[in-house]
């Protein structure tokens, strides 16, 4: 007999992600379980640290607000609406809620049980991928139209490229994981896993896996007597074990610990039980891998009450970027990544600091990140550029006003020294008077670094005509742009000048192609990847992006792409030229982080032979592209 009820509640899910992938006759099945829940205003669904239900909801009518508490105050973060789901977290995750649902009208929800929906889930990739993404970005519908992307804890854009280092990022586990023999008896498993603090052990014979004891084993079958203590390990284990290979990425082992519904997985060498036991991933494990993605390091960095809590992000970070490199994501997909959580960082620093000021800003202002941090390169710890641009104000105004923020960025730079962003040694930031200005002071000073462009200047313009907004009033920073690119348009001398600067590094190769390297002092031997190779692409990308009213991104792999738009002739070059320079970056990024270093200076003894090959291959762009430089500006005589 057919169920109207369970036939609207079907409709209705079918119109919605990710039920419009299920068959409908399986939707009705599904539909014939769900409990309809109706809620008054401010009714509770459920609250931070309830325990789990076993139910996931969707709101079928009204609007359900999530808020989290932050200085005992309840805030809310997000609102859901109809056909958004919510309470995911029993589906993945065994740890209490870490939210707050509440009504914010009157509202009609369905409550799915996980155990109903769970094997449709596992049959259909689409959905189970649908609800992985969900969970993992905290998004409540990674497609839909207004929402695509959004963090519901903190509005933080979440895009793609984030998406996919968290799908791919391998899981951290435990290596060479401590095993038991079938024969081995229950009491000294017990007493072994008590001593060295696990909660589960895989049973092996001849090192290949044949099952597993877990607490939860020891619980429900000693603890209550089922088996004696006193029996072989054999009577108790689970099997046959899950196994996986290794380098297994966070969704993956997710999906497998979901799809066989079991909270370890047994690695082994090439991923079968008929291989070495080589590890063992726990559901603990799982939930800390999440801890490190992308989104949820922005959702720290926004909540951060103070810096010891950034720092710790920032050192997250660093673990995020070798993890990201082991697994070969795209090192241009890394740098948007990191450049986002860099910024965030920045951001809340800010924030932090504007809340220790005695009084609010005396006038509208926007703090800029410059050099690398503005092109959204710094990937290891360098030092901070920035500074401060601030509205016009009534001349007897200007020097509390300036006052004011160079104060604000004492505070700022501060914090970030603690974090690990080292004080500029050129005193670059915008705690130095002399890079806190008003709007005309900046204008001003650009104008005069283009029109006066003798060597000073023209290093000026090498680090400040790199910036990106961070925070405050985009409007000011805009108002600079449009002055750098009015009064660089078809200034020659500017540009001559720009140009013989950014030819002062020729291609770093002597006779027989060797590397140029130092010659003394602290790096003597060692071969100067930021000055010999990567600096002559930025100045490449910086002054061809100049001449050509390029804006929106200083990015040097963006002003290439752009460029190769504009100059369809010279495409080729420039879309090498991008290429050598995220090779020639992950050479450095992969340096520093060996050696906790800013990686400028590679060891070439220290190098495959492969890899020298493809050093000195991203050098032959550089060539290329200052003929380019040569042709355009005529600086034949110059150089």
Same mark, same amino acid.
Request: proline share 4%; net charge negative; with cysteine.
């Given at each position: 007999?057919?169920?109207?009820?369970?036939?609207?509640?079907?409709?209705?899910?079918?119109?919605?992600?990710?039920?419009?992938?299920?068959?409908?006759?399986?939707?009705?099945?599904?539909?014939?379980?769900?409990?309809?829940?109706?809620?008054?205003?401010?009714?509770?669904?459920?609250?931070?640290?309830?325990?789990?239900?076993?139910?996931?909801?969707?709101?079928?009518?009204?609007?359900?607000?999530?808020?989290?508490?932050?200085?005992?105050?309840?805030?809310?973060?997000?609102?859901?609406?109809?056909?958004?789901?919510?309470?995911?977290?029993?589906?993945?995750?065994?740890?209490?809620?870490?939210?707050?649902?509440?009504?914010?009208?009157?509202?009609?929800?369905?409550?799915?049980?996980?155990?109903?929906?769970?094997?449709?889930?596992?049959?259909?990739?689409?959905?189970?991928?649908?609800?992985?993404?969900?969970?993992?970005?905290?998004?409540?519908?990674?497609?839909?139209?207004?929402?695509?992307?959004? *963090?519901? %804890?903190?509005? +933080?854009?979440? =895009?793609?490229?984030?998406?996919?280092?968290?799908?791919?990022? &391998?899981? @951290?586990?435990?290596?060479?994981?401590?095993?038991?023999?079938?024969?081995?008896?229950?009491?000294?498993?017990?007493?072994?896993?008590?001593?060295?603090?696990?909660?589960?052990?895989?049973?092996?014979?001849?090192?290949?896996?044949?099952?597993?004891?877990?607490?939860?084993?020891?619980?429900?079958?000693?603890?209550?007597? *089922?088996? %004696?203590?006193? +029996?072989?390990? =054999?009577?108790?284990?689970?099997?046959?074990?899950?196994?996986? &290979?290794? @380098?297994?990425?966070?969704?993956?082992?997710?999906?497998?610990?979901?799809?066989?519904?079991?909270?370890?997985?047994?690695?082994?060498?090439?991923?079968?039980?008929?291989?070495?036991?080589?590890?063992?991933?726990?559901?603990?494990?799982?939930?800390?891998?999440?801890?490190?993605?992308?989104?949820?390091?922005?959702?720290?960095?926004?909540?951060?009450?103070?810096?010891?809590?950034?720092?710790?992000?920032?050192?997250?970070?660093?673990?995020?970027?070798?993890?990201?490199?082991?697994?070969?994501?795209?090192?241009?997909?890394?740098?948007?990544?990191?450049?986002?959580?860099?910024?965030?960082?920045?951001?809340?620093?800010?924030?932090?600091?504007?809340?220790?000021?005695?009084?609010?800003?005396?006038?509208?202002?926007?703090?800029?990140?410059?050099?690398?941090?503005?092109?959204?390169?710094?990937?290891?710890?360098?030092?901070?550029?920035?500074?401060?641009?601030?509205?016009?104000?009534?001349?007897?105004?200007?020097?509390?006003?300036?006052?004011?923020?160079?104060?604000?960025?004492?505070?700022?730079?501060?914090?970030?020294?603690?974090?690990?962003?080292?004080?500029?040694?050129?005193?670059?930031?915008?705690?130095?008077?002399?890079?806190?200005?008003?709007?005309?002071?900046?204008?001003?000073?650009?104008?005069?670094?283009?029109?006066?462009?003798?060597?000073?200047?023209?290093?000026?313009?090498?680090?400040?005509?790199?910036?990106?907004?961070?925070?405050?009033?985009?409007?000011?920073?805009?108002?600079?742009?449009?002055?750098?690119?009015?009064?660089?348009?078809?200034?020659?001398?500017?540009?001559?000048?720009?140009?013989?600067?950014?030819?002062?590094?020729?291609?770093?190769?002597?006779?027989?192609?060797?590397?140029?390297?130092?010659?003394?002092?602290?790096?003597?031997?060692?071969?100067?990847?930021?000055?010999?190779?990567?600096?002559?692409?930025?100045?490449?990308?910086?002054?061809?992006?100049?001449?050509?009213?390029?804006?929106?991104?200083?990015?040097?792999?963006?002003?290439?792409?752009?460029?190769?738009?504009?100059?369809?002739?010279?495409?080729?070059?420039?879309?090498?030229?991008?290429?050598?320079?995220?090779?020639?970056?992950?050479?450095?990024?992969?340096?520093?982080?060996?050696?906790?270093?800013?990686?400028?200076?590679?060891?070439?003894?220290?190098?495959?032979?492969?890899?020298?090959?493809?050093?000195?291959?991203?050098?032959?762009?550089?060539?290329?592209?200052?003929?380019?430089?040569?042709?355009?500006?005529?600086?034949?005589?110059?150089?």
């Amino acid at each position: 007999m057919k169920n109207p009820i369970a036939e609207r509640i079907s409709d209705f899910l079918k119109k919605h992600h990710p039920f419009s992938k299920i068959q409908y006759a399986e939707l009705v099945i599904v539909a014939n379980h769900i409990k309809v829940i109706y809620l008054e205003k401010n009714d509770v669904l459920f609250k931070i640290n309830d325990a789990i239900h076993d139910c996931f909801y969707v709101v079928a009518n009204g609007a359900i607000g999530l808020s989290v508490t932050s200085d005992a105050d309840e805030v809310l973060i997000d609102k859901c609406d109809e056909g958004d789901i919510l309470g995911l977290r029993p589906f993945f995750a065994k740890d209490n809620y870490l939210m707050t649902a509440k009504a914010r009208e009157e509202s009609i929800v369905y409550a799915i049980p996980i155990e109903i929906f769970r094997p449709i889930a596992i049959n259909n990739v689409e959905v189970l991928q649908f609800l992985l993404q969900s969970f993992a970005s905290n998004t409540r519908n990674p497609y839909d139209k207004n929402h695509k992307g959004k *963090l519901i %804890s903190e509005n +933080v854009i979440y =895009d793609s490229q984030t998406d996919n280092i968290q799908h791919y990022q &391998p899981i @951290n586990y435990t290596k060479s994981p401590i095993t038991a023999s079938k024969s081995d008896i229950i009491r000294y498993v017990a007493q072994t896993m008590s001593s060295r603090k696990i909660g589960s052990i895989i049973i092996h014979e001849n090192r290949l896996p044949i099952g597993i004891v877990t607490d939860k084993d020891l619980r429900s079958k000693i603890a209550t007597g *089922l088996f %004696s203590i006193d +029996v072989t390990i =054999d009577k108790i284990m689970s099997t046959p074990v899950i196994t996986v &290979p290794e @380098n297994l990425s966070i969704a993956e082992a997710q999906m497998m610990m979901l799809k066989h519904n079991v909270g370890h997985l047994c690695v082994t060498k090439d991923g079968t039980d008929q291989s070495e036991i080589t590890g063992i991933i726990s559901e603990h494990d799982v939930i800390v891998a999440q801890a490190n993605n992308p989104g949820v390091l922005l959702k720290q960095t926004k909540r951060a009450t103070n810096t010891e809590e950034l720092k710790v992000v920032r050192e997250k970070v660093t673990d995020l970027i070798q993890n990201s490199i082991d697994k070969n994501i795209p090192i241009n997909h890394i740098c948007s990544i990191v450049g986002e959580i860099n910024i965030a960082i920045t951001q809340r620093c800010i924030e932090l600091s504007l809340e220790k000021m005695e009084t609010p800003p005396p006038a509208q202002f926007s703090w800029i990140n410059i050099g690398s941090q503005g092109r959204k390169e710094q990937l290891l710890l360098t030092d901070q550029d920035n500074a401060i641009v601030f509205e016009d104000v009534e001349d007897e105004k200007y020097d509390e006003v300036k006052t004011y923020f160079v104060k604000l960025a004492e505070k700022v730079n501060k914090r970030l020294h603690k974090i690990g962003y080292e004080y500029c040694p050129a005193e670059m930031m915008a705690m130095n008077p002399k890079w806190c200005k008003s709007v005309t002071d900046w204008k001003s000073q650009f104008k005069g670094w283009i029109h006066s462009p003798g060597e000073k200047g023209i290093l000026m313009c090498t680090i400040f005509f790199d910036y990106n907004f961070v925070f405050g009033n985009e409007t000011l920073v805009n108002e600079i742009t449009a002055t750098i690119f009015e009064e660089t348009k078809k200034n020659d001398l500017f540009f001559a000048y720009l140009g013989a600067d950014a030819l002062k590094n020729p291609p770093p190769l002597g006779f027989f192609r060797q590397f140029l390297v130092e010659s003394d002092g602290e790096h003597k031997d060692a071969f100067d990847i930021k000055s010999r190779a990567l600096m002559p692409l930025i100045d490449a990308a910086r002054i061809l992006s100049l001449h050509q009213g390029i804006k929106k991104s200083t990015n040097t792999v963006y002003r290439f792409t752009k460029l190769a738009e504009k100059e369809p002739q010279n495409a080729v070059i420039y879309e090498a030229c991008a290429e050598a320079f995220l090779s020639l970056l992950k050479f450095r990024t992969e340096e520093g982080l060996n050696m906790n270093s800013d990686g400028r200076y590679l060891n070439l003894n220290e190098l495959s032979k492969l890899d020298k090959v493809k050093l000195k291959n991203a050098f032959q762009p550089i060539n290329d592209v200052q003929e380019v430089i040569k042709n355009r500006f005529q600086l034949t005589y110059f150089t």
